[in-house]
């Protein structure tokens, strides 16, 4: 059907094209009748690459009855869709967010949709270590079993705020909350087996050729981009470091990359960034023109979560760890997220900025 389409469109847009330049009009009208040909060609094509931009979606009817699923920043976006996916299916849900009314409220709709009345919710900042310390004790001495631990929050391009420990913002929330957070279930997930860790990344992991281990903390030089793509590297690099030291406990660990979400909240620094710089109104202007692009090369939050959701769920993926997926599939990553020096470097980096190790 794909190549069907494809065809179908660069006829129609050929054929119009050579109406436009084959008639003898005036300006005016030339001007219009390539508008005609702009609207004609983006209704054309509007269908196909909406159909390529929704991407996979996860078609496994797999249960989660007597199991009890944790999502970072599940109170919104695609965190709320798998959250609400993860009910469905008859699982325990733990909320863990920053907000509490947020996820009060998020909880409250997801157990009205799905009739599960067992979606809790606790308070989770990834960007205090303090918080993911009390959060993990909660968790360990109150919960019999974790079967899936998904983390999903995360910022990006933040100006250059620090959390409360003096990380920079978007590595601290980002890598080393959810790599604290993660070590501290551990125990939990093992005792729980088949287990599985979910950590959404990015296909930003891509836009940079490695973490700088000289300047991990961004004091030297700061850019809100390339901070964010190195914190979407390092969730990529923990997650394969971390398929490796679980070989043989039953436990998985695999990343993702969701997609453009055109609903997401992500964006909401950069915006920021826009009316500081350009005013206003520029900043409206440049909002509305993403979100056009978003609306027709984006997916929706629905689309976004498919992939968290196979990860978690999927059957034929119990044993299947260390690698990298996007639209339901597993995909290569860049060379720099394959690099196996860099990760194990990494974790031992990390476990020492968290306190882990001495």
């Known amino acids: 059907m794909a190549p069907l389409l494809r065809f179908t469109a660069i006829t129609v847009l050929a054929a119009a094209v050579l109406y436009v330049f084959n008639s003898d009009p005036s300006n005016m009208a030339r001007l219009s009748r390539i508008a005609a040909v702009v609207v004609l060609a983006a209704a054309v094509l509007y269908v196909p690459i909406r159909r390529r931009a929704a991407g996979g979606v996860c078609e496994s009817p797999a249960r989660m009855d007597g199991k009890t699923v944790i999502i970072t920043g599940a109170n919104t976006g695609i965190g709320k869709v798998t959250a609400r996916d993860m009910a469905e299916r008859g699982a325990r849900v733990i909320l863990a967010c920053r907000s509490l009314e947020k996820a009060e409220e998020a909880a409250k709709e997801i157990r009205s949709q799905t009739g599960n009345k067992n979606v809790v919710v606790h308070k989770l900042d990834l960007a205090s270590l303090t918080s993911v310390r009390q959060f993990a004790k909660v968790i360990n001495d109150a919960e019999p ?6 983390n ?3 910022v990006m391009h933040t100006p250059r705020w620090e959390t409360e420990d003096g990380f920079e913002m978007q590595f601290g929330v980002n890598h080393l909350g ?3 957070l993660t070590n501290l279930l551990l125990d939990k997930l093992r005792q729980s087996a088949p287990s599985r860790v979910v950590t959404v990344a990015s296909l930003a992991h891509t836009f940079t050729s490695g973490i700088d281990f000289d300047d991990i903390n961004s004091q030297n030089s700061y850019h ?9 590297l390092a969730n990529v690099l923990f997650s394969r470091e971390l398929s490796k030291k679980l070989k043989g406990t039953g436990v998985t660990s695999n990343s993702l990359h969701p997609g453009v979400i055109m609903e997401s909240d992500l964006m909401r620094y950069r915006q920021d960034e826009w009316q500081g710089k350009f ?3 520029v900043a409206s202007a440049l909002r509305k023109v993403v979100g056009a692009i978003f609306s027709v090369f984006g997916k929706t939050v629905e689309e976004g979560a498919q992939t968290s959701i196979c990860c978690a769920v999927a059957e034929d993926l119990e044993n299947t760890t260390g690698l990298y997926f996007s639209d339901c599939v597993p995909k290569e990553t860049s060379a720099a997220g394959r690099d196996d020096e860099a990760a194990a ?4 980096v990390s476990e020492r900025m968290v306190g ?3």
């Open 224 to 232: 809100m981009a390339k901070a964010y793509d190195r914190s979407k």
């Open 145 to 150: 079993r974790l079967d899936v631990l998904i």
């Open 356 to 358: 882990l190790k001495s």
């Open 152 to 154: 999903n929050a995360g």
């Open 178 to 180: 959810p790599f604290l």
């Open 279 to 281: 005013g206003e109104h």
């Open 345 to 348: 470097r990494l974790w031992d």
